[in-house]
């Protein structure tokens, strides 16, 4: 029993790379946490960190364990917030990778909502377009837009926004509007890379149209703001332009057409998630979906 206390501490500074901010976190004296990890390797008979005066780093030893252990570790912890009140009402801190448009334009009112309801748990996002390792990153969740990768992690669809065209009067004012998709290869078109042709639907009908302008960019709030300030005609979910439709700085633009849905997931290392996580993904599915 001894052994499987040693091997939590070992996981909380194998994933703090420190045994200050390690001892920090447990609430146990730098020098007793050292020793702990010290009689742990005796044990076993291997050396498991290499220390320095800086920093410490696993050894090839050490990093299996850790994700051995960081996983036996993971499930002790889960079997007791899933006991009692913690299922009903979780606690700590909930970090999560965000989409940054998505989150900004979007999300934001969804995480005030969970953050009412649970006012045990505290968070930290990270806002980046980048793919995180949720393997070797602290994160709880990741939330993604987008198809995904086959990359062994477990995603969770939250549903599939379809999405709709989108220009300002001033610019529809100025450059006519199109009464078919076909007119769109004469317009301005705020594109993503590689997304020169778009394909839009209305109801079992199908066309491809080649499509251009002078803007090409990997930013939705930017394309968002550059069809605000009449600069084109803009694909986009409608969640992200929901506030400009409702004070008429956009417009829909061929009513009856719409672009592929965008599937929103939340990518998890594991089943096995905290019970803070589990809620996330359950309020955030109910959301948006309702908002769908």
Not at 137 to 160: K, N
């Amino acid at each position: 029993m001894d052994h499987l206390n040693d091997m939590a501490l070992f996981v909380e500074v194998a994933r703090a790379k420190s045994f200050r901010k390690a001892a920090e976190a447990i609430g146990m004296p730098n020098s007793t946490l050292s020793r702990r990890i010290s009689a742990l390797e005796k044990a076993i008979g291997l050396r498991l960190l290499h220390r320095t005066t800086r920093r410490i780093e696993l050894t090839e030893a050490g990093q299996l364990y850790y994700e051995r252990s960081k996983r036996i570790v993971d499930e002790a912890r889960l079997a007791h917030e899933q006991l009692g009140a913690m299922l009903e009402q979780p606690s700590g801190v909930l970090r999560v990778s965000l989409p940054v448009d998505f989150a900004t334009f979007y999300l934001t009112p969804i995480v005030v909502d969970f953050a009412k309801r649970y006012p045990g748990i505290t968070f930290e996002f990270d806002l980046t377009p980048r793919r995180v390792d949720l393997v070797a990153e602290p994160f709880d969740v990741a939330i993604r837009m987008g198809e995904l990768e086959d990359s062994g992690l477990i995603a969770r669809s939250l549903g599939r926004h379809p999405r709709y065209l989108y220009a300002s009067p001033g610019y529809l004012e100025a450059s006519g509007e199109p009464a078919a998709p076909a007119d769109l290869a004469e317009h301005e078109c705020i594109c993503m890379p590689k997304a020169a042709t778009w394909t839009l639907h209305d109801g079992a009908d199908k066309v491809e149209v080649e499509v251009g302008g002078r803007f090409t960019l990997n930013s939705v709030g930017m394309i968002r703001a550059l069809a605000v300030n009449h600069q084109g005609i803009a694909m986009l979910a409608e969640q992200i332009v929901a506030e400009d439709l409702a004070s008429g700085r956009l417009r829909r633009v061929l009513p009856g057409w719409q672009g592929p849905s965008i599937s929103v997931h939340a990518i998890t290392e594991t089943r096995l998630i905290p019970a803070k996580a589990q809620r996330f993904i359950e309020f955030l599915s109910a959301r948006l979906t309702e908002g769908a």
